[in-house]
């Protein structure tokens, strides 16, 4: 089955704790990204792959790193979360031919 | 920045009732892309327009793109309670790498 998985889906930690959230495609996409969304904010981009190797902010990437080793993974890391990163964090990814972006089923952070 | 807003935020209606939600933008859009996000799911692609003036419809969704490509809307005629969700547009910037999201209209249908 074509999909996106992310893990964890429910994860509560204290600030500081470095921590990661894993992303991963089955579908051989070369686009991955990563979103937050809040309440009333909609979902805002973090951070995105065009392919391995290569990364870019999106509108919201301060406290956040990404890593394009493999076209599959797609890992978010937080070297020191603070309670303003809690929040709905989804991963997406597309092929660069079609636009659709299909989702993770998200990952519900709380920095403590 | 580019900015992509959406009215109305919440919208309450009776089954069998019409619902419009809108998406405006400053600046000329490339594209429009349209996704629904049940509660407590994930954000599903629904369409993309692309042209002036485009107009697409999938069963009870209608979707316009405006002439100028500065705002578009979601149209769904005779809700059912399947429709709860929020409606997010969204746009990927020119070179199709970054996408801005609106805020999301949240319908709720009493049955």
């Known amino acids: 089955e074509a999909q996106v998985t992310q893990n964890p889906r429910y994860l509560i930690t204290v600030t500081g704790k470095k921590l990661t959230v894993t992303c991963s495609q089955n579908m051989n996409h070369e686009y991955m990204s990563w979103y937050r969304q809040d309440p009333g904010l909609g979902l805002r981009q973090i951070y995105y792959s065009m392919n391995v190797e290569v990364t870019d902010k999106g509108d919201v990437p301060e406290g956040y790193k990404v890593s394009r080793k493999e076209k599959r993974n797609f890992p978010l890391i937080l070297e020191s979360p603070s309670p303003n990163q809690t929040s709905l964090y989804f991963c997406?990814?597309?092929?660069?031919?079609?636009?659709?972006?299909?989702f993770g089923p998200g990952t519900r952070l709380t920095v403590l | 920045g580019q900015q992509v807003m959406q009215i109305p935020q919440y919208q309450h209606v009776q089954e069998g009732e019409d619902f419009t939600t809108y998406c405006n933008s400053s600046?000329?859009?490339?594209?429009i892309q349209w996704y629904k996000q049940r509660p407590g799911g994930h954000p599903v692609f629904l369409i993309q327009?692309?042209?002036?003036?485009e107009v697409k419809k999938q069963k009870r969704l209608t979707f316009q793109f405006g002439e100028a490509k500065k705002n578009s809307s979601l149209h769904i005629t005779a809700t059912q309670t399947t429709d709860v969700g929020t409606y997010f547009c969204?746009?990927?910037?020119?070179?199709?790498?970054?996408?801005?999201f609106g805020p999301g209209t949240s319908l709720s249908v009493i049955p």
């Open positions: 969204a746009s990927l910037k020119t070179s199709y790498d970054k996408v801005i």
């Open positions: 997406a990814s597309r092929s660069l031919l079609v636009d659709e972006q299909f």
């Open positions: 327009l692309v042209k002036s003036g």
């Open positions: 600046t000329t859009l490339s594209n």
